[in-house]
């Protein structure tokens, strides 16, 4: 049977809790969203969907997420007559889960660093969350920063051009996002797997002949169901 996709990438997304990494995520593969704060978290002791309720999150007990803290969703877009199945990792903004997050960084080919516009702390964070991806992600990592919530415009502590001056600063392209309006979410996101498609283009070129580089081996993962980390099968969409 004819493959569906050519390529297979990973992306993920990071930032703050409550940013709306999740939203942003499912208005994507499922135009859906939802007003409720779900954080993500560990599954092993949360269910299916890995998700619970954040607004008591202290509440929240450590033991048994120790897995825990990453979803992922997948979907299939094509770009230069390129059929690239993404592979996109939603991990949890809260501090306790970033030892488990970070070991995600690794095998990402794309990263979306994610602020809220009506949050000016969340984007002060962006700092942070760039050298944790300069130290954890591979060389050469793609990177895309987003202002979401930009619905949110009586709630603005994050200037237009402050996201643009900071995304200049890093070298990024940059969006203003709404995963409520569906601003700019199919092109924030295919901008950054044009941007994985162009960093590895080489051996996407080699792909057409050979199946023995990182691209082909995130295909067979997939395949054989075996896809590294604790969600590996497709989720309800919870943001
Ligand atoms: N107005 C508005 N609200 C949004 C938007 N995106 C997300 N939200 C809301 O923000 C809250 C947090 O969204 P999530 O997607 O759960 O945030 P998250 O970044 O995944 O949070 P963690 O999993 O805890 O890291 C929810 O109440 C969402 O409904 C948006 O574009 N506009």
Known sequence: MAKQYDVLFRLLLIGDSG???TCLLCRFTDNEFHSSHISTIGKLSQGPTGKQETKHASQLSAPGISAGGVDFKMKTIEVDGIKVRIQIWDTAGQE???TITKQYYRRAQGIFLVYDIS???????????VSDVDEYAPEGVQK???GNKADEEQKRQVGREQGQQLAKEYGMDFYETSACTNLNIKE??????ELVLQAHRK???GLQ????????LAEL???DGKAEGPANSSKTCWC
């Open 19 to 21: 940013v709306g990494k």
């Open 96 to 98: 306790r889960y970033q």
């Open 119 to 129: 949050s000016e702390r969340s984007y002060q964070h962006i700092m942070k969350w």
């Open 144 to 146: 895309i920063l987003i």
């Open 188 to 193: 924030s996101f295919t901008r950054l797997t």
């Open 203 to 205: 051996e996407l070129d």
């Open 209 to 216: 002949t050979h199946a023995s580089n990182e691209l082909a």
């Open 221 to 223: 993962e997939e395949e």
